[in-house]
């Protein structure tokens, strides 16, 4: 709950330069008197609490008047209560193919980043931590996990426990291309074989988790470097499928193209030892990949646009980071309920209460002649 101020009328609050201007002229202006030859005899008479106080009444109808300007731009206190409301089910459908381990960065901005010591982040690690922020940063939303490369399988259903969620995400190990002699197995125990781009199997799999979801807003979220390669279903059949419900029912699909490919690298391996290449300061060596990878944004465009979404093209970690954080301020904006109270009738009271105090002793004990 938070608390402020505001006026109804704020244009009223002009007049207060009216009144100030009054009071500067009144008391600019010379008072009437009378000429006399000395002023040694009223040096003589004492100061009696009447003349020391005989400013009294002037300052009082100058306070009224400020007051009584204030009631008439009407304060009001506004109290905003934030509303969790009863969230949104959504599911994350995250690309864990083999070009997720490309890095979209210059030559010179990755020796800049081992330069201090450290290793660039590749496709996956990046959206894996934004994904974490995100996570982080919900508080009554059911999000769930699929993760997809040459098939695709639901890693957690939707939940809110955020803790188990995040333990997944970290426990995602990507295929880095190696495999263990004569069988078709990550050396690296990747969680999933990273030789396809099953996106039509991943958004049904997603799909199926939130279509008897009971909340009002549902959404599917699908992080992608890559276009359709492998998998069951074709990409468009559960765009196609969500676009014929009611709206009522529908699931908006937010889509993201990771990579551009025009500063792509992947890191280099030893052809030898089948091992990461490293230089003589031991760390990774990068280079440009044989072939390009395919891509196709204009699948994504017409996927998020058939289901209400929005597409993002995030060329690179940071174009990700900033893409992601629009769609949280667009799509999971906090509801504030205000209330008004409004004030001005203690206001009103005071200034008139401030007039009658000073009306009073006008005609009677600060009463002045003529």
């Not at 081992?114 to 660039?120: K, S």
């Not at 529908?250 to 230089?279: C, H, K, N, W, Y």
Request: a positive charge; hydrophobic letters at 40%; proline letters at 5%.
């Amino acid at each position: 709950m938070t608390s402020g101020w505001t006026f109804e009328h704020p244009w009223f609050l002009l007049a207060l330069f009216g009144v100030a201007a009054a009071f500067w002229v009144r008391f600019r202006s010379r008072p009437a008197a009378v000429k006399v030859s000395t002023l040694q005899v009223f040096k003589q008479v004492p100061r009696t609490w009447r003349v020391r106080l005989r400013w009294l009444p002037d300052a009082l109808r100058a306070i009224a008047l400020i007051v009584l300007v204030i009631a008439l731009a009407r304060p009001q206190r506004i109290d905003q209560e934030l509303l969790s409301g009863e969230g949104i089910d959504m599911m994350i459908a995250l690309d864990m193919s083999g070009s997720m381990n490309a890095i979209d960065m210059s030559s010179a901005d990755i020796q800049t980043v081992q330069d201090n010591g450290l290793e660039p982040d590749n496709r996956f690690e990046a959206a894996r931590k934004i994904l974490k922020d995100f996570i982080r940063g919900r508080k009554s939303d059911r999000i769930g996990l699929v993760v997809f490369g040459s098939e695709a399988y639901l890693r957690f259903p939707p939940t809110l426990d955020y803790v188990r969620l995040l333990n997944a995400l970290d426990a995602l190990v990507l295929d880095d291309g190696r495999r263990m002699g004569k069988v078709d197995a990550c050396q690296n125990h990747c969680t999933i074989g990273g030789s396809g781009t099953a996106i039509g199997d991943a958004l049904n799999r997603a799909y199926l988790r939130l279509e008897k979801a009971k909340s009002r807003s549902k959404m599917l979220i699908l992080i992608t470097d890559g276009k359709q390669e492998g998998g069951k279903m074709d990409p468009l059949t559960v765009p196609k499928y969500i676009a014929s419900l009611p709206e009522k029912d529908r699931v908006r699909v937010f889509t993201f193209q990771v990579g551009s490919g025009r500063e792509t690298r992947l890191p280099a391996i030893d052809p030898l030892r089948g091992e990461p290449m490293t230089d003589r300061f031991g760390r990774k060596v990068y280079q440009r990949p044989e072939r390009p990878f395919p891509t196709d944004p204009e699948l994504l465009r017409q996927i998020a646009q058939q289901t209400g979404g929005k597409f993002y093209d995030s060329y690179d970690a940071k174009k990700f980071a900033e893409d992601f954080k629009d769609l949280e301020t667009t799509t999971f904006s906090v509801k504030v309920h205000t209330n008004r109270s409004e004030l001005f009738h203690g206001w009103l009271l005071a200034g008139l209460a401030l007039l009658l105090i000073e009306q009073l002793l006008r005609r009677s004990v600060l009463r002045t002649f003529p």
